[in-house]
């Protein structure tokens, strides 16, 4: 089975598959999430990707899934890549499975992003708060144009993360990684490969505006932050320019996908542009229209 596009509500570009199947989560999981829930006040749950799949069947919506692979910088174990893309396969009428491999691997994450493209990885998920690197460092050039070669989108996280709030010294997490402008390096050396901004990106929000506009293959996705409190600038873009290039995303189970719709109803923006926001947008990008 795959994703009926006709039938669906919406694409979620951004959820996390927060443990494993098995239920056996990481410790140092367990303390960012706890520390997530407080800075976010609420007590989110904790899917596994099963969940993850029945939750959105449930809803008839799809979504991208991912994990975060950041153990050399956290010392975090990550949910296996290999789980979230054979789970997703057998979910494939909900879910769109993305890997994330953490760039100072080297030539070990090379081959493994040739590996789980083999497998049906359909985009990757990159984190520079948690893997600790700035996007344009040549380190991670080999990977990027492996998932050039094949066509396949790559997703980083930029601006603020509540993962690592409320922990002394932010639990060692730093910011300075996750300025869109250094994803504009990324987008110029890699013409090939589409790229999705992802959440609004406080506190460099015109510079993620910016560099969608000026790279053709670069969106933006509008997880994380429910939509009445987004900029005054990014409705406007949203709006105007990039109509075409901003995705609907949760950050589920952070911001569930039916708050993010009720509130999207109290902002200024179109009636009219919610069809490409929820589906049209990452149809295209996904390949899927």
């Not at 410790?27 to 990707?49: C, E, G, S, W, Y």
């Not at 939509?227 to 709006?239: C, G, T």
Request: aromatic share 8%; proline share 8%; net charge negative.
């Amino acid at each position: 089975m795959s994703i009926a596009l006709a039938a669906l509500e919406a694409i979620d570009m951004h959820t996390h598959a927060q443990i494993p199947c098995d239920g056996h989560i990481d410790p140092i999981t367990a303390m960012n999430l706890d520390a997530a829930a407080k800075h976010f006040r609420t007590d989110f749950p904790r899917p596994n990707v099963a969940d993850v799949a029945a939750y959105y069947r449930e809803r008839r919506m799809a979504a991208v899934v991912f994990n975060v692979d950041s153990e050399a910088n956290t010392g975090e174990v990550p949910i296996s890549n290999d789980e979230v893309v054979e789970v997703a396969q057998a979910n494939s009428d909900a879910l769109i499975p993305f890997v994330s491999i953490d760039p100072h691997r080297g030539k070990r994450a090379v081959s493994e992003a040739r590996r789980l493209i083999g497998k049906g990885a359909k985009g990757f998920k990159f984190h520079p708060n948690l893997q600790a690197f700035f996007p344009n460092d040549r380190m991670a050039y080999e990977l990027y144009a492996v998932i050039e070669e094949a066509g396949l989108p790559a997703l980083f996280h930029t601006g603020h993360s509540g993962i690592g709030s409320t922990l002394p010294g932010g639990g060692g997490i730093r910011l300075k990684y996750s300025n869109p402008m250094y994803v504009d390096d990324v987008a110029a050396d890699f013409p090939g490969m589409p790229i999705v901004l992802a959440h609004p990106s406080f506190p460099w929000q015109e510079e993620a505006i910016s560099v969608a506009m000026h790279k053709r293959q670069v969106y933006i996705d509008l997880s994380g932050w429910s939509p009445k409190l987004f900029p005054p600038v990014l409705v406007q873009y949203v709006n105007t320019v990039l109509r075409d290039k901003v995705l609907f995303g949760s950050d589920f189970p952070v911001i569930t996908p039916e708050r993010w719709l009720r509130d999207l109803e109290k902002t200024e923006i179109k009636p009219d542009l919610y069809p490409r926001i929820l589906k049209d947008n990452a149809a295209r990008l996904l390949g899927l229209a």
